[in-house]
């Protein structure tokens, strides 16, 4: 799946991250022990060596991460971003290493590491103008494991429920609409499971369990393209199993939203064979659920 086109605002904003400096700590004075070879044994005493260990500047260590970053060097990168939050917590440059953090693990990618440091950087900054980019950086780590339908989708629910949350709290952030798209990509991925699996439970002739897997596309992924073939499959195991009002309810919702749908055809016909014809019951579940169906 593609990866969003501008990925963090491209070299010139790494640079203009790496010019910038903040005030720094002293150097810091590190006392190691020295015990001679004869202490102990030759009656000597205890020396020590005072070694003076300069701390790196956090300006120094971010920069040298985005320099690790423009190489690809994606392990030293998240390591120099590591060491400025070890060194300067809470500290702007602290909050600034843990975004490149995220990032860095995004692209190399480590999408498990990518999710972990976003869930820091949230729970940290919830506030941070920044938080709405590491939202959608967890959204796509998680949105570019989506595997085929033929395997377990809980990726695409967990891009599916970031990419929602980025929405409802940061409506006019510029990554909106790519989340909006990418939301239709994922719910059209788990309809695509539940279609898969509802099939696989018609031709095993376990009628309910296909019901449930059809209703549950209309119920919760109605806008996506798997809605005309699950109205058609629910006429298909309802009239298998006698319910003769459903299957023509179906038939006639799947009419009235895709009058020229192939799938309607198919429907129609089948409901002949049987000497019906499609039919809106009212009191049907399907009957509500067709009022606030529409046809994309």
Same mark, same amino acid.
């Given at each position: ?9 491209? !070299? ?11 005030? $720094?700590?002293?150097?810091?004075? %590190? ?14 005493? &205890?020396?020590?060596?005072? #070694?003076?260990? @300069? %701390?790196?500047?956090? /300006? ?10 423009? =190489?690809? /060097?994606? #392990? ?17 440059? !602290? ?9 860095? *693990?995004?692209?190399? @990618? ?30 796509? !780590? ?9 395997? /377990?989708?809980?990726?695409? #629910?967990?891009?599916? *429920? ?14 909106? =609409? ?6 239709? $990509?994922?719910? +059209? ?26 209703? %549950? $596309?209309?119920?919760?992924? *109605? ?5 005309? &073939? ?12 006698? $319910?003769?009002? &459903?299957?023509?309810?179906?038939? =006639? ?12 055809? +198919? ?9 019906? &014809? @499609?039919?809106?019951?009212? /009191? ?13």
């Amino acid at each position: 799946m593609s990866v969003f086109a501008a990925s963090f605002r491209s !070299s010139a904003m790494l640079a203009a991250l790496a010019a910038l400096t903040l005030s $720094v700590a002293p150097a810091r004075a %590190d006392i190691m022990d020295t015990i001679t070879s004869g202490f102990g044994l030759l009656g000597g005493g &205890e020396k020590y060596k005072t #070694e003076i260990t @300069p %701390d790196i500047p956090a /300006d120094d260590l971010y920069n040298q991460g985005l320099a690790r970053l423009k =190489a690809k /060097d994606y #392990e030293k990168a998240a390591k120099r971003f590591g060491e400025v939050e070890k060194n300067y917590p809470s500290s702007e440059w !602290s909050r600034k290493a843990l975004l490149m953090t995220v990032f860095t *693990q995004y692209e190399k @990618p480590a999408y498990d590491e990518a999710v972990q440091a976003a869930q820091r950087y949230i729970g940290l900054y919830p506030n941070s103008p920044d938080t709405p980019y590491v939202f959608y950086l967890a959204g796509m !780590s998680y949105y570019n494991q989506v595997p085929d339908v033929m395997r /377990d989708q809980s990726s695409a #629910e967990k891009a599916l *429920q970031i990419f929602s949350e980025l929405i409802q709290k940061y409506p006019k952030s510029e990554y909106v =609409a790519d989340a909006k798209y990418k939301m239709g $990509v994922a719910r +059209d991925q788990l309809a695509a499971k539940e279609m898969q699996v509802g099939r696989f439970y018609l031709t095993r002739k376990n009628y309910p369990a296909a019901i449930n897997r059809f209703h %549950d $596309v209309l119920g919760k992924y *109605q806008t996506t393209r798997h809605t005309e &073939e699950a109205l058609y499959r629910l006429t298909e195991a309802y009239l298998a199993m006698g $319910v003769t009002n &459903e299957a023509q309810t179906a038939a =006639a919702i799947l009419g009235h939203n895709y009058p020229d749908s192939q799938w309607y055809k +198919d429907a129609h016909a089948l409901l002949k064979t049987g000497g019906l &014809e @499609p039919h809106e019951y009212s /009191d049907s579940w399907l009957s509500k659920v067709g009022k606030t169906l529409h046809a994309i």
